[in-house]
Nanobody, 120 residues
Framework: QVQLVESGGESVQAGGSLRLSCVAS????????MCWFRQRPGMERELVAT????????YYADSVERRFTISRDNAKNTVYLQMNSLKPEDTAVYYC?????????????WGQGTQVTVSS
């Protein structure tokens, strides 16, 4: 069973920066593909960014492209989301997500979320 714990969410002003962290335990981190999702007020949860197991391939939603950077440190079992040029519309609960595929199926895990509030 993989446990994910996010941190780093706080209140900032528009134009500011934050770095979110997600520490994984209970599994082999280098076997996990990692993602960040967010849920904005009144909206469904949406994918923000993904990173593959080695950290070579990444994907970003159009809304955060060129402002956010996902990275991982497999030695520290941690995935990061560097968020720059924050906008009020980035206000959301940010969730860390991990998944891997084995012969027995696909396994997915969620963190508890961390609140990011961006004021204008």
């Amino acid at each position: 069973q993989v446990q994910l714990v996010e941190s780093g969410g706080e209140s900032v002003q528009a134009g500011g920066s934050l770095r979110l962290s997600c520490v994984a335990s209970g599994g082999t981190f280098s076997s996990l593909a990692m993602c960040w999702f967010r849920q904005r007020p009144g909206m469904e949860r949406e994918l923000v960014a993904t990173i593959n197991r080695s950290g070579i391939r990444t994907y970003y939603a159009d809304s955060v492209e060129r402002r956010f950077t996902i990275s991982r440190d497999n030695a520290k079992n941690t995935v990061y989301l560097q968020m720059n040029s924050l906008k009020p519309e980035d206000t959301a609960v940010y969730y860390c997500h991990a998944h891997y595929t084995s012969w027995s199926g696909v396994f997915a895990y969620w963190g508890q979320g961390t609140q990011v509030t961006v004021s204008s």
